[in-house]
Protein backbone atom coordinates (compact mmCIF):
# COMPACT_ATOMS: atom_id res chain seq x y z
CA UNK A 1 0.00 0.00 0.00
CA UNK A 2 1.75 3.40 -1.22
CA UNK A 3 0.83 6.21 1.51
CA UNK A 4 2.72 9.28 1.72
CA UNK A 5 3.35 11.76 4.87
CA UNK A 6 3.91 15.07 3.12
CA UNK A 7 4.84 18.66 2.79
CA UNK A 8 4.63 20.87 -0.15
CA UNK A 9 7.21 19.74 -2.24
CA UNK A 10 10.44 22.18 -3.28
CA UNK A 11 10.97 21.46 -6.31
CA UNK A 12 14.48 19.92 -6.63
CA UNK A 13 16.20 19.07 -10.11
CA UNK A 14 14.89 15.77 -10.79
CA UNK A 15 12.63 14.73 -13.65
CA UNK A 16 10.17 13.27 -11.21
CA UNK A 17 9.76 16.55 -9.57
CA UNK A 18 9.26 18.72 -12.58
CA UNK A 19 6.27 17.61 -13.62
CA UNK A 20 3.15 20.25 -15.27
CA UNK A 21 -0.36 19.75 -14.24
CA UNK A 22 -0.93 17.94 -17.44
CA UNK A 23 1.85 15.10 -16.90
CA UNK A 24 0.52 14.89 -13.09
CA UNK A 25 -2.62 14.61 -14.67
CA UNK A 26 -1.57 12.14 -17.47
CA UNK A 27 0.71 10.23 -14.59
CA UNK A 28 -2.86 9.85 -12.10
CA UNK A 29 -5.26 9.52 -14.51
CA UNK A 30 -6.74 12.35 -13.08
CA UNK A 31 -8.39 15.15 -14.38
CA UNK A 32 -6.41 18.49 -14.12
CA UNK A 33 -9.66 20.43 -12.96
CA UNK A 34 -9.82 17.89 -10.05
CA UNK A 35 -6.01 18.08 -9.61
CA UNK A 36 -7.13 21.83 -8.86
CA UNK A 37 -9.93 21.38 -7.01
CA UNK A 38 -8.04 19.25 -4.53
CA UNK A 39 -5.54 21.74 -4.26
CA UNK A 40 -8.39 24.38 -3.53
CA UNK A 41 -9.97 22.59 -0.74
CA UNK A 42 -6.49 22.04 0.75
CA UNK A 43 -5.94 18.30 0.43
CA UNK A 44 -3.10 18.76 -1.90
CA UNK A 45 -0.16 20.95 -1.77
CA UNK A 46 0.69 23.74 -3.75
CA UNK A 47 3.12 23.39 -6.63
CA UNK A 48 6.05 25.14 -7.02
CA UNK A 49 6.27 27.85 -9.35
CA UNK A 50 9.57 28.41 -11.72
CA UNK A 51 9.19 31.58 -13.89
CA UNK A 52 5.32 31.33 -15.23
CA UNK A 53 5.31 27.28 -15.03
CA UNK A 54 4.09 25.32 -11.86
CA UNK A 55 5.69 21.85 -10.90
CA UNK A 56 4.64 19.03 -9.40
CA UNK A 57 6.57 15.99 -7.78
CA UNK A 58 6.35 12.00 -6.57
CA UNK A 59 4.77 13.94 -3.49
CA UNK A 60 1.93 14.97 -5.31
CA UNK A 61 1.85 12.00 -6.63
CA UNK A 62 1.38 9.88 -3.84
CA UNK A 63 -0.94 12.34 -2.35
CA UNK A 64 -3.69 12.28 -5.14
CA UNK A 65 -3.52 8.04 -4.44
CA UNK A 66 -3.92 8.55 -0.54
CA UNK A 67 -6.94 10.80 -1.30
CA UNK A 68 -8.32 8.25 -3.80
CA UNK A 69 -7.81 5.76 -1.31
CA UNK A 70 -9.70 7.87 1.60
CA UNK A 71 -12.42 9.07 -1.04
CA UNK A 72 -12.65 4.69 -2.33
CA UNK A 73 -13.65 4.31 1.69
CA UNK A 74 -16.52 6.94 1.61
CA UNK A 75 -14.72 9.78 3.16
CA UNK A 76 -15.81 13.02 1.85
CA UNK A 77 -13.62 16.01 1.01
CA UNK A 78 -13.77 17.91 4.62
CA UNK A 79 -13.10 14.79 6.56
CA UNK A 80 -10.16 14.06 4.02
CA UNK A 81 -8.77 17.93 4.58
CA UNK A 82 -8.49 17.05 8.13
CA UNK A 83 -7.01 14.19 8.08
CA UNK A 84 -3.99 15.33 5.41
CA UNK A 85 -3.64 18.07 7.65
CA UNK A 86 -3.03 16.13 10.75
CA UNK A 87 -0.73 13.63 8.30
CA UNK A 88 1.18 17.18 7.75
CA UNK A 89 1.59 17.91 10.81
CA UNK A 90 2.55 15.17 12.28
CA UNK A 91 -0.30 13.92 14.11
CA UNK A 92 -1.31 10.98 12.99
CA UNK A 93 0.13 8.23 11.16
CA UNK A 94 -1.79 7.25 8.23
CA UNK A 95 -0.94 3.90 7.79
CA UNK A 96 -1.64 2.62 11.32
CA UNK A 97 -4.95 4.73 10.79
CA UNK A 98 -5.65 2.97 7.59
CA UNK A 99 -5.56 -0.43 9.69
CA UNK A 100 -7.91 0.60 12.35
CA UNK A 101 -10.27 2.27 9.71
CA UNK A 102 -10.17 -1.71 7.79
CA UNK A 103 -10.77 -2.84 11.06
CA UNK A 104 -13.81 -0.77 12.12
CA UNK A 105 -15.55 -1.99 8.24
CA UNK A 106 -14.48 -5.26 8.87
CA UNK A 107 -18.07 -7.24 9.18
CA UNK A 108 -19.26 -8.36 12.17
CA UNK A 109 -21.29 -11.27 10.76
CA UNK A 110 -21.16 -13.36 7.48
CA UNK A 111 -24.28 -12.09 6.12
CA UNK A 112 -23.48 -10.64 2.44
CA UNK A 113 -26.47 -11.18 -0.01
CA UNK A 114 -26.61 -14.18 -2.31
CA UNK A 115 -28.56 -15.91 -4.78
CA UNK A 116 -30.67 -18.98 -3.91
CA UNK A 117 -33.03 -21.37 -5.85
CA UNK A 118 -36.52 -22.34 -4.81
CA UNK A 119 -35.01 -25.83 -4.33
CA UNK A 120 -32.45 -24.52 -2.00
CA UNK A 121 -34.97 -22.47 0.01
CA UNK A 122 -37.40 -25.32 0.28
CA UNK A 123 -34.12 -27.85 1.51
CA UNK A 124 -33.65 -24.61 3.99
CA UNK A 125 -37.12 -24.97 5.26
CA UNK A 126 -36.80 -28.54 6.05
CA UNK A 127 -39.97 -30.55 6.83
CA UNK A 128 -41.74 -27.07 8.03
CA UNK A 129 -41.95 -26.17 4.23
CA UNK A 130 -45.64 -25.95 3.34
CA UNK A 131 -47.59 -24.63 -0.34
CA UNK A 132 -47.51 -20.88 -0.63
CA UNK A 133 -44.58 -20.20 1.67
CA UNK A 134 -41.90 -19.11 -0.78
CA UNK A 135 -44.88 -16.37 -1.61
CA UNK A 136 -44.80 -15.20 1.82
CA UNK A 137 -41.46 -14.94 1.87
CA UNK A 138 -41.30 -12.86 -1.31
CA UNK A 139 -44.29 -10.74 0.32
CA UNK A 140 -42.25 -10.27 3.44
CA UNK A 141 -38.88 -8.82 1.15
CA UNK A 142 -36.76 -11.68 2.89
CA UNK A 143 -36.26 -13.06 -1.25
CA UNK A 144 -36.90 -11.79 -4.08
CA UNK A 145 -37.54 -13.69 -7.42
CA UNK A 146 -35.16 -12.62 -9.82
CA UNK A 147 -35.63 -15.15 -12.99
CA UNK A 148 -35.34 -18.26 -11.78
CA UNK A 149 -33.62 -17.53 -8.40
CA UNK A 150 -34.00 -16.03 -5.79
CA UNK A 151 -32.13 -12.95 -4.17
CA UNK A 152 -31.50 -13.17 -0.43
CA UNK A 153 -30.39 -9.50 0.99
CA UNK A 154 -29.48 -11.01 4.34
CA UNK A 155 -29.67 -14.82 4.45
CA UNK A 156 -29.55 -14.97 8.34
CA UNK A 157 -33.28 -12.94 8.42
CA UNK A 158 -34.09 -16.12 5.99
CA UNK A 159 -32.49 -18.70 8.07
CA UNK A 160 -33.73 -17.30 10.99
CA UNK A 161 -37.35 -16.66 9.96
CA UNK A 162 -37.75 -20.44 8.89
CA UNK A 163 -36.34 -21.46 11.64
CA UNK A 164 -39.21 -19.37 13.73
CA UNK A 165 -41.35 -21.05 10.86
CA UNK A 166 -40.85 -24.66 12.11
CA UNK A 167 -41.24 -23.57 15.42
CA UNK A 168 -45.02 -22.92 14.78
CA UNK A 169 -44.17 -18.64 14.49
CA UNK A 170 -45.46 -17.27 11.14
CA UNK A 171 -43.36 -15.61 8.62
CA UNK A 172 -44.90 -12.64 9.48
CA UNK A 173 -44.72 -12.67 12.97
CA UNK A 174 -40.91 -13.43 12.58
CA UNK A 175 -40.51 -10.14 10.57
CA UNK A 176 -42.17 -8.03 12.84
CA UNK A 177 -39.76 -9.56 15.69
CA UNK A 178 -36.54 -8.82 13.63
CA UNK A 179 -37.50 -5.22 12.99
CA UNK A 180 -38.12 -4.31 16.75
CA UNK A 181 -34.53 -6.22 17.28
CA UNK A 182 -32.94 -4.17 14.54
CA UNK A 183 -34.91 -0.83 15.87
CA UNK A 184 -33.66 -1.15 19.29
CA UNK A 185 -30.41 -2.84 18.47
CA UNK A 186 -29.68 -0.47 16.45
CA UNK A 187 -30.47 2.86 18.39
CA UNK A 188 -27.98 0.67 21.16
CA UNK A 189 -25.07 0.00 18.81
CA UNK A 190 -24.87 3.66 18.13
CA UNK A 191 -24.89 4.76 21.62
CA UNK A 192 -21.88 2.37 22.13
CA UNK A 193 -20.26 3.35 19.40
CA UNK A 194 -20.57 7.00 20.14
CA UNK A 195 -19.45 6.52 23.53
CA UNK A 196 -16.10 3.80 22.43
CA UNK A 197 -15.36 6.52 19.96
CA UNK A 198 -15.46 9.53 23.00
CA UNK A 199 -13.60 7.12 25.80
CA UNK A 200 -11.01 6.63 23.04
CA UNK A 201 -10.26 9.86 22.09
CA UNK A 202 -10.36 11.04 26.02
CA UNK A 203 -8.46 8.24 26.98
CA UNK A 204 -6.71 6.66 24.04
CA UNK A 205 -8.47 3.47 24.43
CA UNK A 206 -9.02 1.26 21.45
CA UNK A 207 -6.91 3.10 19.24
CA UNK A 208 -5.35 0.47 17.37
CA UNK A 209 -6.62 -2.23 15.19
CA UNK A 210 -5.62 -5.54 17.40
CA UNK A 211 -7.65 -3.65 19.96
CA UNK A 212 -10.64 -3.44 17.63
CA UNK A 213 -10.63 -6.92 16.46
CA UNK A 214 -10.24 -8.09 20.20
CA UNK A 215 -13.08 -6.11 21.22
CA UNK A 216 -15.67 -7.37 18.55
CA UNK A 217 -16.08 -11.20 19.53
CA UNK A 218 -16.53 -9.56 23.34
CA UNK A 219 -19.02 -7.28 22.24
CA UNK A 220 -21.07 -9.69 20.51
CA UNK A 221 -21.01 -12.01 23.59
CA UNK A 222 -21.72 -8.84 25.78
CA UNK A 223 -25.02 -8.13 24.02
CA UNK A 224 -25.92 -11.98 23.86
CA UNK A 225 -25.88 -12.13 27.55
CA UNK A 226 -27.19 -8.78 28.12
CA UNK A 227 -30.32 -9.76 26.13
CA UNK A 228 -30.34 -13.08 27.33
CA UNK A 229 -30.69 -11.82 30.52
CA UNK A 230 -33.27 -9.28 30.17
CA UNK A 231 -35.56 -11.74 28.38
CA UNK A 232 -35.01 -13.75 31.42
CA UNK A 233 -36.51 -10.98 34.03
CA UNK A 234 -39.40 -10.18 31.17
CA UNK A 235 -40.30 -13.39 30.87
CA UNK A 236 -40.66 -14.36 34.58
CA UNK A 237 -42.45 -10.72 34.72
CA UNK A 238 -45.16 -12.16 32.70
CA UNK A 239 -45.63 -15.83 34.32
CA UNK A 240 -45.67 -14.33 37.57
CA UNK A 241 -48.61 -11.45 36.31
CA UNK A 242 -50.75 -14.43 35.42
CA UNK A 243 -50.68 -12.90 31.71
CA UNK A 244 -48.93 -16.48 30.53
CA UNK A 245 -52.04 -18.32 31.40
CA UNK A 246 -53.96 -16.87 28.67
CA UNK A 247 -51.66 -19.12 26.31
CA UNK A 248 -52.44 -22.35 27.03
CA UNK A 249 -54.60 -24.46 25.19
CA UNK A 250 -58.21 -24.67 25.36
CA UNK A 251 -59.85 -28.59 26.60
CA UNK A 252 -61.02 -30.44 23.69
CA UNK A 253 -64.95 -31.07 24.95
Known amino acids: MLIVDVATPNAPKNPENDLTIDELSARSRIPSRTIRFYQSKGVLGAPTVRGRV ?5 A ?3 RLKLIGQLQDRGLRIDTIRELTTRIDRGELDVNEWLGLDAEIRAPWAEDRPRTMTEAEIAE ?6 RDGLVAELVRKELVARDGDVFVVP ?5 RLALK ?6 PVAAAVTAMKILEKHLGRAS ?9 SARRDELFGSPAAVEQMRPIALEAVRLVFAREMEKVMRELAESGKTARLGRKKSR
Open 124 to 129: LAGPAR
Open 154 to 158: RPSSL
Open 190 to 198: RELADFFLE
Open 164 to 169: LEAAGV
Open 60 to 62: HLE
Open 54 to 58: AYYGV
